[in-house]
């Protein structure tokens, strides 16, 4: 345990309490490694989930309660130096990481009749551009020999269609894609990639209508919770996870579509 307490976690896109951003938080910080964790609001405040705007402090409070340290700022992630900045305010704020969790996504419904240039360029400046960069300049900057991690996350593109999320499939699907050639890369440096699929989680979104569709389609009788992709990103980032890299991990209770 004292071997974690210097270690130095971030994860991207944590605006609500209910998100797997927030759970990966409190996963992380309750074995001890210091938090750093961004959000964007603005984002949140126009899916239909909405947001309060509390729920980042509320949620940094209770991380601070388990012993670690723990720092966060707002980001628009479509930003081009936006990935610049995170990492010159970790490392002000806590340190040199050791972990970083690209969970932030751009997600919204369209399809081939209604997709627009403007709406396909905000899912790839964050699920793609931002992602890459950021994981990028993690690994530019890694001065330790061993231990480093970088877990994305992906939705499955390619366990099966996804109707209605163009953009998002598209983008997402080449996180995928990224994983496995990043990970060639950066193994000489000591530093792991893999990305998890959860599958479908209840973080706020489904609707009643939505949960009884998809229920059945889990064997285990229930549909996936925050804390599952969480634990398993756990795993990943620690010791016991040294030799699994270029992996792409699809955690999701043996959902079949």
């Known amino acids: 345990m004292n071997q974690l307490k210097d270690k130095i976690a971030i994860i991207t896109g944590v605006s609500r309490l209910k998100g797997i951003g927030a759970a990966i938080c409190k996963e992380l910080a309750e074995t001890g490694y210091h938090i750093f964790f961004t959000y964007w609001t603005e984002y949140d405040k126009e899916m239909p989930w909405s947001i309060k705007l509390d729920e980042p402090s509320k949620l940094k409070e209770e991380l601070m309660q388990r012993g670690v340290k723990v720092s966060s700022m707002e980001l628009d992630l479509t930003e081009e130096d936006a990935p610049e900045r995170l990492l010159i305010n970790v490392v002000e704020k806590l340190g040199y990481p050791d972990i970083l969790i690209n969970n932030a996504a751009y997600s919204t419904n369209n399809d081939f009749s209604n997709l627009?240039?403007?709406?396909?360029?905000?899912?790839?400046?964050?699920?793609?551009?931002?992602?890459?960069?950021?994981?990028?300049?993690?690994?530019?900057?890694?001065?330790?020999?061993?231990?480093?991690?970088?877990?994305?996350?992906?939705?499955?593109?390619?366990?099966?269609?996804?109707?209605?999320?163009l953009a998002y499939a598209t983008t997402k699907g080449a996180v995928d894609a990224l994983t496995i050639t990043l990970a060639a890369e950066l193994a000489p440096l000591g530093i792991t990639v893999n990305a998890i699929n959860p599958g479908p989680t209840d973080?706020?979104?489904?609707?009643?209508?939505?949960?009884?569709?998809?229920?059945?389609?889990?064997?285990?009788?229930?549909?996936?919770?925050?804390?599952?992709?969480?634990?398993?990103?756990?795993?990943?980032?620690s010791d016991e996870a040294d030799w699994i890299t270029g992996q792409v991990i699809h955690s999701e209770g043996g959902f079949k579509r």
Do not use: C
């Not at 890459?132 to 991690?149: C, V």
């Open 116 to 165: 627009t240039a403007e709406e396909l360029d905000k899912h790839y400046k964050v699920n793609v551009r931002a992602t890459t960069l950021l994981s990028s300049l993690f690994a530019q900057r890694f001065d330790k020999k061993s231990g480093g991690r970088i877990v994305n996350i992906t939705s499955g593109q390619f366990q099966g269609p996804m109707p209605g999320e």
């Open 203 to 237: 973080t706020g979104w489904m609707t009643k209508e939505i949960k009884t569709q998809l229920k059945p389609m889990f064997p285990f009788g229930r549909i996936g919770e925050p804390k599952d992709a969480a634990k398993i990103i756990k795993f990943l980032v």
